[in-house]
């Protein structure tokens, strides 16, 4: 089956970075795949995706910060984080969507998660 593990999470000084990995078994290369975080009590918003053609998309809120990339030859997917703010403190997950996808920014477009991996910025 497909699987999903996050990794790289920690807790950081606002202005540090962090990289996220997202690795995968299970998932095909022509995947849609996605960044997403939340915070208890809040929806699960996007911070970045990529789709089968590598166009890659962000969340305003990380443009400039935030850079998503993808080993296709392993699905693997990385997020590198910089200049992290307090309010980027939330669970992070990865997610895939195999063939038929866009990489938008809604959850319910993508069928496989992860478990999360915890950022927490301090100020």
């Known amino acids: 089956g497909q699987q999903l593990v996050e990794s790289g999470g920690g807790s950081v000084q606002a202005g540090g970075s962090l990289r996220l990995t997202c690795a995968t078994s299970?998932?095909?290369?022509?995947?849609?795949m996605a960044w997403f975080r939340q915070i208890p009590g809040k929806e699960r918003e996007a911070v970045a995706s990529?789709?089968?053609?590598?166009?890659?998309r962000y969340a305003d809120s990380v443009k400039g910060r935030f850079t998503i990339s993808k080993d296709s030859a392993t699905s693997t997917l990385y997020l590198q984080m910089r200049n992290l703010r307090p309010e980027d403190t939330a669970m992070y997950y990865c997610?895939?969507?195999?063939?038929?996808?866009?990489?938008?920014?809604?959850?319910?477009?993508?069928?496989?998660w992860g478990q999360g991996t915890q950022v927490s910025v301090s100020s």
């Open positions: 997610a895939a969507e195999a063939y038929f996808c866009s990489a938008g920014f809604a959850p319910r477009e993508y069928t496989y």
């Open positions: 299970g998932i095909a290369s022509r995947s849609c």
């Open positions: 990529t789709d089968v053609a590598r166009a890659l």
